[in-house]
């Protein structure tokens, strides 16, 4: 298999090239069975990695070329397969295929099926460079690459000028975040001279670094996982992303982009775990945007959009494992997470198929018996998300609570907030389930909700059972299993949560039960409030606050964009249209003015000319005589 890895990332370039390039010479089936087909067959190979990689449990690595090559600095484009690129390749394969195959009917009919296919195949080809890539530089590329087609994507419908500020949205907030990446790459070059993960992770190498050195790169290097995985302060583009098509939020979601940040911690954790300051920012980072944004779904009455919220909040999870060392809880949950998130995003995309491009739960209503295969794949979708008893959010999501609460760089208050923020989910997941299918029907006169086709309700039913049975391979000992995906993990990504505490007040078992009757709080709340279909009255007080987000994007306005806006635009009337328009537009009236004058020796008359010769040669007479 090691010959054949630079296969997976690019049977899905393959894919972008036929459908780039051939066009509207393809057919809406081909297309789309073009870009299915090449993501199939690297999920094929991916699988047949994993099966090598546990005969021998032996890295899967592959050197394509050299990419640069400048004195002592040498990288190249090489791939490498472990225990954790393996799970991220599977994850981004396997769900991204379903998305593919769902969006065939999603997007049929429209025009730009072609070009919807191309950047699907190209996003997935960027997101596999970066999480099999043996470097940095190779990462950083694919890190760019998403950014790119996450831009492309979002704005998809650019002929609406909100979709395409949208993509430019996202496309400039993320590149605050690169930046940082960027600084502490260049860093970690100058340091060690060297971006391979294979030099750079190494003990003694990382113990040459000064701490102060390390923390400033751990830093940087979340601000730009920050970006990417839309925390606190950098989300605010992950929202508007909900411009582009469904499916594009769900692989943007579930399978690629937003979970890059997570996997780069991850990867640097060696790195992350020599500062204690880093490891405490990602965790009061990741723990503050998850309680935060689950506050700001709670008022959301745009069914994607809650679902936007909700993937922030997720995020927010992960980095708050991260942050106490449990780098392999926060990968679990990545998992989990891609199943049940890209169920519910596709499960929206079929609710909003089926009310012809409605989005608002408050024109929604009574689709249970209208939209039954719908339903019941997005009830398997919430319960998994709420951390219901046996679904696979339950593993991960209380995996991760345990380890905030005993670890000893976790805290009280992490745990605390983390638990909060578990209430809240279970309660705005199941008001957007029964605003949406239960209660009276409150969707306009004229449209006839129908259930999805096969092509759609298929890869729902596949993400079901995953999101049902996908986080049995992590049962905890406590419960009677091995603990497999953890122990896998382990083999590359090395926990540094230490020893929990034995003077706990609360074993890890009272901490599940915490956190399945947090849930069933929710639920019950939830259910109280919305369950017959009653809307909420006009918010007031705090909870208009919520409502409007906490003006955040209006203080990022007001702060950032329209000071920048009005400073350029001063600039360009004071400085570059009277400055450089004036410097160009005086040299070319003073070449006016020039010709003008030298244009009036050309008169046309013979004798003029003579005269003219004649006084010339009689000068250079002069000039040769007194020379």
């Known amino acids: 298999m090691e010959n054949a890895l630079w296969l997976i990332p690019f049977l899905p370039f393959a894919g972008f090239l036929l459908n780039g390039l051939l066009g509207k010479k393809l057919s809406e089936s081909l297309s789309g069975l073009i870009a299915s087909a090449t993501i199939g067959a690297s999920l094929v190979l991916g699988l047949l990695s994993l099966n090598a990689y546990l005969e021998n449990h032996e890295t899967l690595h592959q050197v394509m070329f050299t990419w640069l090559s400048l004195g002592s600095f040498d990288v190249s484009i090489a791939y490498t397969l472990d225990a954790l690129s393996l799970v991220m390749v599977l994850v981004v394969t396997g769900v991204g295929f379903l998305i593919h195959v769902y969006s065939i009917g999603y997007m049929k009919g429209d025009p730009g099926i072609q070009r919807y296919f ?21 990462l950083f590329l694919g890190w760019e690459g998403v950014g790119l087609c996450s831009y492309l994507l979002i704005g998809f419908w650019f002929e609406d000028p909100a979709k395409a500020a949208a993509g430019k949205k996202a496309f400039v907030v993320n590149r605050i975040g690169d930046f940082g990446f960027l600084l502490g790459m260049i860093i970690i070059l100058t340091n ?8 750079i992770l190494l003990p003694e190498q990382l113990s040459s670094l000064e701490t102060g050195l390390i923390t400033t790169i751990a830093l940087l290097l979340f601000l730009g996982a920050a970006g990417k995985s839309a925390q606190i302060p950098l989300y605010v583009w992950l929202p508007d992303a909900m411009a582009g098509p469904t499916p594009v939020s769900a692989l943007i979601h579930a399978a690629t982009m937003v979970t890059a940040g997570v996997y780069l911690v991850a990867r640097m954790g060696a790195l992350f775990a020599l500062s204690a300051t880093a490891l405490s920012v990602v965790a009061v980072i990741g723990v503050l945007t998850a309680f935060f944004a689950a506050t700001m779904a709670i008022y959301e009455n745009d069914i994607k959009k809650v679902l936007a919220y909700s993937t922030i909040s997720q995020l927010g999870y992960m980095f708050a494992a991260a942050g106490v060392g449990a780098y392999g809880a926060a990968i679990f949950h990545l998992m989990t997470h891609a199943f049940f998130k890209g169920l519910l995003f596709l499960g929206a995309g079929s609710v909003i198929h089926g009310l012809s491009g409605e989005q608002d739960m408050r024109r929604m209503g009574g689709l249970k018996s209208k939209m039954p295969k719908t339903y019941w794949t997005m009830l398997a979708g919430v319960s998994a998300i709420s951390g219901l008893p046996l679904l696979s959010g339950f593993f991960s999501k209380d995996e991760i609570l345990w380890f905030t609460y005993s670890s000893q760089s976790g805290g009280d208050f992490i745990f605390i907030v983390g638990l909060l923020t578990a209430i809240l989910t279970s309660f705005y997941m199941f008001r957007l389930f029964f605003l ?55 083999e590359t990504v090395h926990d540094v949560v230490g020893p929990h505490p034995t003077d706990l007040l609360l074993s890890e078992l009272t901490v599940m039960v915490l956190s399945i009757a947090g849930a069933l709080v929710g639920i019950y709340v939830a259910f109280r409030r919305y369950g017959t279909g009653k809307l909420d009255k006009e918010s007031k007080g705090f909870g208009h606050l919520v409502e409007k987000k906490y ?10 964009v329209h000071p920048i806006r009005r400073g350029s635009e001063s600039i360009w009337r004071r400085f570059d249209v009277r400055v450089i328009d004036g ?15 030298v244009r009036r020796a050309q008169t046309g008359v013979i004798q003029n000319y003579a005269a003219v010769i004649l006084l010339g040669v009689i000068l250079i007479i002069f000039y040769v005589y007194l020379k």
């Open 551 to 560: 003006y955040v994007d209006e203080l990022y306005d007001a702060v950032i």
């Open 192 to 199: 060690l001279g060297s971006l391979n993960f294979g030099d």
């Open 583 to 597: 410097i160009v537009n005086g040299l070319g009236s003073l070449t006016l003015r020039v010709s003008s004058f």
């Open 118 to 138: 191309a950047y699907l195949n190209l996003f997935t080809f960027m997101m596999l460079n970066l999480v099999m890539a043996d470097n940095l530089l190779l």
């Open 436 to 490: 949406t299918f239960h209660g009276d029907s409150r969707w306009t006169k004229g449209i006839t909700p129908h259930d999805s086709p096969p092509v759609m309700t298929i890869p729902l039913i596949l993400l079901a059972v995953l999101s049902v049975a996908g986080g049995w391979i992590g049962i905890p000992e406590i419960l009677g299993g091995g603990n497999s995906f953890h122990h896998f993990l382990s």
